[in-house]
T-cell receptor, first 114, second 115 residues
Framework: EAAVTQSPRNKVAVTGGKVTLSCNQTNNHNNMYWYRQDTGHGLRLIHYSYGAGSTEKGDIPDGYKASRPSQENFSLILELATPSQTSVYFC?????????????FGAGTRLSVL | AQRVTQVQPTGSSQWGEEVTLDCSYETSEYFYRIFWYRQLFSGEMVFLIYQPSFDTQNQRSGRYSVVFQKSFKSISLVISASQPEDSGTYFCALSELILGYKLTFGTGTSLLVDP
């Protein structure tokens, strides 16, 4: 069973503080993703990675950094958190394009920036 | 640029009815795939079914099927014999080969199936 684990599940941060969201996958997938979900917007891609050491900007990367130190781990970093970054964040992993390969999602992290 | 549109923010049905959820998309690529996910009330995202662009046959998986109208860039998810457990938010997502393996999501349709 594909497994993607996010931590923490809930986080309250102060404006201007640094926040790190972590993601671990045991699927041995090359690709990992960070999405945020907001009402009326669906899921929007922030950063993604094709393998250890690589990170790519998604559709809404401003204010976020990403780090992929290993195949299994992918972090999302908010250096200076702002209230507009209050959202639910989802990490996902996926194999290479083709067939029924799809993305497997973590349970989400609810972040509130006060 | 790719875009996915789900114009129905909400939907409802009675137990046992067939439900159709609509999705349209924009792409200039030949190779792409459309995925459907359901988000449970817990937030969990569950993969339901996918349709590859090069396959003219509508895909089926259990009670889920799609109606793929490639020339109109439209795809509908059909849920047969809907049940209260099918309630949740349904997302359509586009994946284009040229962009690697990324999914672009629609805004979702929230479905409520009455018992």
């Amino acid at each position: 069973e594909a497994a993607v684990t996010q931590s923490p599940r809930n986080k309250v941060a102060v404006t201007g503080g640094k926040v790190t969201l972590s993601c671990n996958q045991t699927n041995n997938h090359n690709n990992m993703y960070w999405y945020r979900q907001d009402t009326g917007h669906g899921l929007r891609l922030i950063h993604y990675s094709y393998g250890a050491g690589s990170t790519e900007k998604g559709d809404i990367p401003d204010g976020y950094k990403a780090s992929r130190p290993s195949q299994e781990n992918f972090s999302l970093i908010l250096e200076l958190a702002t209230p507009s970054q209050t959202s639910v964040y989802f990490c996902a992993s996926g194999g290479d394009w083709g067939g029924q390969n799809t993305l497997y999602f973590g349970a989400g992290t609810r972040l509130s920036v006060l | 640029a790719q875009r996915v549109t789900q114009v129905q923010p909400t939907g409802s049905s009675q137990w046992g009815e067939e439900v159709t959820l609509d999705c349209s998309y924009e792409t200039s690529e030949y190779f792409y795939r459309i995925f459907w996910y359901r988000q449970l009330f817990s937030g969990e995202m569950v993969f339901l079914i996918y349709q590859p662009s090069f396959d003219t046959q509508n895909q089926r998986s259990g009670r889920y099927s799609v109606v793929f109208q490639k020339s109109f860039k439209s795809i509908s998810l059909v849920i047969s014999a809907s049940q209260p457990e099918d309630s949740g938010t349904y997302f359509c997502a586009l994946s284009e080969l040229i962009l690697g393996y990324k999914l672009t999501f629609g805004t979702g349709t929230s479905l409520l199936v009455d018992p």
